[in-house]
């Protein structure tokens, strides 16, 4: 029996295997227990002799179940030691760093060139009401603008600005209140229109507005000055075309195109042939009406206005065929900025 037991204690590989040895051998109804029971029955002679090698046997196994017990244990910690350990010459996990949104970079990059040229950074809310948005800004009241089928209502009066022009309303108004004309200003912003979605439209667009009103300012230096910055953003090389347009906000209005700044006007297949790239901005000199709205008499100054596409400006920039990737936040997208 003796030789039985520890050949098996030998076999464990576990504490739970000890434990069956054990119970089998040592329990209740173990086998040496069984001759230790037994014992009665013997007779005067044997009993001591049986008895003494009976327990020499129960404490050679349990010596045994000890070491191999601690064998055992010694064994799993170090084992818990080796899988837990730190391997320092491993390679670090290199963290992915995150990039500036193509439209954030237009955006910082726009307000940055009109900081250096003197102008303040303002903002406005992207919930207007419908005056700042359309009848201070001389909007007749059956102008398409206004549509329901156009423009995003909130109620009767308050809307999701269709443009960044309230914020012209806006500026002149603090001007006036604060007594700090004359104004030179650019805001920067989200803008809403009841658009289908398609490769250039988009229900949610970023438009960024100028506004300048002095003493004397003429469309001279409106012209002046949007070339100076187009030449900013797209390089010396581009040439701008005003053409007559119409704004309720201005008077005389234009839009303005931008010659193509991959042929340099000469005409390939992102222009078209036209040799003009896109119609880049709207602009025009400030309606009297709105003037006399903000309470800036039209008499004594005259001020220009121009709003941009930032979404646009941005496809033109770095050639991206269509507005949805602007918005989708598609990784492998925004890692090329
Ligand atoms: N608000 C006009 C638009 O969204 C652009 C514009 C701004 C035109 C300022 C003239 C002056 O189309």
């Known amino acids: 029996l003796k030789e039985e037991v520890l ?30 029971r037994s014992m009665g029955g013997l007779s005067e002679e044997e009993r001591p002799e049986i008895g003494k090698l009976a327990n020499e046997v129960r404490a050679i196994i349990e010596e045994e179940m000890k070491v191999i017990k601690e064998k055992i244990n010694s064994l799993e910690a170090s084992k818990k030691v080796k899988s837990e350990v ?15 949104h193509p439209l954030l970079q237009a955006k910082e990059e726009l307000e940055s060139v009109f900081m250096r040229m003197g102008y303040d950074v303002v903002s406005g809310p992207e919930i207007e009401t419908v005056a ?34 309230p914020v012209q309303v806006r500026t002149m108004r603090e001007a006036v209140k604060e007594n700090k004309l004359p104004v030179r200003a650019v805001c920067t912003g989200r803008t809403f229109r009841f658009d289908d979605v398609d490769d250039t439209h988009s229900p949610m667009f970023h438009q960024m507005e100028c506004i300048v009103v002095d003493k004397g300012v003429t469309l001279a230096n409106l ?20 053409r007559p347009h119409n704004f309720p906000f201005t008077e005389p209005s234009a839009e303005v195109d931008v010659s193509c700044h991959i042929c340099m006007g000469k005409g390939c297949s992102s222009c078209r042939g036209t040799g003009w790239s896109m119609e880049l901005l709207g602009c025009g000199m400030i309606h009297p009406n709105v003037l006399r709205n903000c309470g800036i008499d039209p008499e004594i100054y005259s001020g220009y206005a121009f709003g941009m596409g930032i979404d646009r400006v941005t496809m033109v920039k770095y050639g991206i065929p269509n507005i949805r990737l602007l918005f989708e936040n598609d990784v492998r997208f925004l890692k090329q900025f």
């Not at 076999?11 to 109804?29: F, P, S, T």
């Not at 549509?147 to 009767?156: G, K, N």
Request: glycine fraction near 6%; include cysteine.
């Open 223 to 242: 012209k002046d000055s949007i070339d100076q910055f187009v030449k900013e953003l797209f390089g010396n090389n581009v040439t701008t075309r005003f």
């Open 86 to 100: 730190l391997d320092i010459t491993m390679p670090g996990r290199i963290p992915e760093i995150g990039r500036r």
């Open 132 to 165: 700042n948005n359309f009848d201070d800004l001389n909007a007749p009241y059956d102008h398409p603008s206004r549509d329901w089928s156009d423009t995003f209502y909130i109620s009767d009066d308050l809307i999701l600005r269709t443009h960044t022009s």
């Open 7 to 36: 050949k098996q204690l030998k076999e464990c590989a576990d504490n739970a295997d000890i434990e069956k040895v054990r119970i089998q051998c040592l329990g209740k109804k173990g086998d040496l227990t069984a001759i230790l």
